[in-house]
C-alpha cells in the first residue's frame, strides 16, 4: 500500500488486516470440536467396556455348560462356581472389580439357583430343560474409566451389564 493513500483507495487485491478475528473464531469453535471428539472417546471406552462384560459373561456361561465332573451327585454347584470364577478372572483389568453373579434356571419359568443347593429337575425336553444365565455388572457411575466433562455426566450410563444364557442339557446332568 502506497504511503499517504487512504484505506478506501486501496489496490485490488490487497487484503484487508484480519487483527485477532481468527484467534476469537478460534476460541469458538475450540471447545465444540473438544467437546464433541472427548465424547466420541468417552462412548467408545464405554462400548468397549460393554463389549468386555458381555464376553466374560459369555465365556462364564459357556464354562459352566462343559463343567462336568464324573461320579459326582448334583453338578449344579460345580457348574456354577466355574461360570463365576471365569467370569471374573477374564474382568480382572477393570479397576474395580464388577459384581458376577450366576444362577440355573428352569426355562418354563419355575425355580432357580444361585448356589446349585437348590435341586432342579432339568429334563430333557425343551420345555422342562433348565438354563444358565451369568451375568456381570459394573458401576460405571462411581468407578468411571474416563471421566466426564461437566455437564455430560448425565449422558453416561449408571451401570454396565453384560449377560448370557446357555441352555443345560439335562442328560449332561
Request: overall charge neutral; hydrophobic content about 45%.
Amino acid at each position: 500500500m502506497a504511503a499517504g493513500v487512504p484505506p478506501s483507495h486501496q489496490p485490488r487485491g490487497s487484503r484487508p488486516r484480519q487483527g485477532g478475528a481468527y484467534a476469537v473464531e478460534f476460541a469458538v469453535i475450540f471447545p465444540v470440536f473438544f467437546a464433541l471428539l472427548y465424547a466420541l472417546l468417552s462412548y467408545g471406552i464405554v462400548f468397549s467396556l460393554r463389549l468386555g462384560l458381555q464376553n466374560a459373561a459369555e465365556e462364564g456361561a459357556r464354562a459352566g455348560l462343559r463343567y462336568q465332573v464324573a461320579g459326582s451327585g448334583s453338578q449344579l454347584p460345580a457348574r456354577i462356581d466355574a461360570a463365576k470364577n471365569l467370569a471374573t478372572s477374564l474382568v480382572t483389568w477393570l479397576p474395580e472389580a464388577p459384581q458376577v453373579s450366576a444362577s440355573v434356571c428352569r426355562i418354563d419359568g419355575g425355580a432357580c439357583t444361585e448356589d446349585g443347593l437348590t435341586v432342579l429337575d432339568c429334563g430333557v425336553h425343551i420345555t422342562s430343560g433348565c438354563q444358565m444365565t451369568v451375568t456381570v455388572t459394573y458401576p460405571y457411575a462411581t468407578h468411571p474409566v474416563a471421566p466426564a466433562l461437566p455437564g455430560f455426566g448425565i449422558f453416561m450410563p449408571e451401570t454396565l451389564v453384560g449377560q448370557a444364557s446357555m441352555l443345560l442339557d439335562g442328560r449332561a446332568l
